[in-house]
Antibody, heavy 120, light 106 residues
């Protein structure tokens, strides 16, 4: 079964760090761009970052540039998001999502999300 | 920067047709994707590249895209279609989502 499973969320103080992981299974991981999308409870979806299959290309939303780093380990079929200098406004559910690079070009597979709370 | 505009809410009577729009400057030149999100669940891709349905999505879901407006159409609306719907495009290597439309089935 094709699936993504996030982990690593939790409560952290402002200025702190957290690393999210997303374990992929059921598909050829290194063929797809992977993304992080976040959602404040009750609000809309907001794209955070993506990384291409061979890690040669990454991009970030302006509001996380310089603070967050996306990476992947294709040998472990795992996507990461290192989040530093966290702010209360980073509080959200973080989803990893696969961008199908072959057919749909959309985010066709999503994880269940992991909650990050930034609070003192 | 590019922006996508969606109505906050749309209501439709059971069995009727709902239309959810997504506005953007010359959005007709972009590939638009639509996602359905039910409370407490992750989003699900329901339309890709303007008017294509992934496997498992009912034929009642369709899409169109022209000019400055993309539209998601849900025919014969069912109670189970109640959800938030988001449009999404790529612009300058950045993914953009519309603000989302809450569909209520009456």
């Amino acid at each position: 079964e094709v699936q993504l499973a996030e982990s690593g969320g939790g409560v952290v103080q402002p200025g702190g760090s957290l690393r999210l992981s997303c374990a992929a299974s059921g598909f050829t991981f290194d063929r797809h761009w992977m993304n992080w999308v976040r959602q404040v409870p009750g609000k809309g979806l907001v794209w955070v970052s993506h990384i291409n299959g061979d890690e040669s290309g990454t991009n970030y939303a302006d509001f996380v540039k310089g603070r967050f780093t996306i990476s992947r380990d294709n040998a472990k079929n795992t996507l990461y998001l290192q989040m530093n200098s966290l702010r209360p406004e980073d509080t959200a559910v973080y989803y990893c999502a696969r961008r199908d690079s072959v057919t749909t070009l959309g985010f066709d597979i999503w994880g269940q999300g992991t909650m990050v709370t930034v609070s003192s | 920067s590019y922006e996508l505009t969606q109505s906050l809410s749309v209501s439709v009577a059971l069995g009727q047709t709902a239309r959810i729009t997504c506005g953007g400057n010359n959005i007709g030149t972009k590939n638009v994707h639509w996602y359905q999100q039910k409370p407490g669940q992750a989003p699900v891709l329901v339309i890709y590249r303007d008017n294509n349905r992934p496997s498992g999505i009912p034929e009642r879901f369709s899409g169109s895209n022209s000019g400055n407006t993309a539209t998601l159409t849900i025919s014969r609306a069912q109670a189970g279609d109640e959800a938030d719907y988001y449009c999404q495009v790529w612009d300058s290597s950045t993914a953009l989502f519309g603000g989302g439309t809450k569909l209520t089935v009456l």
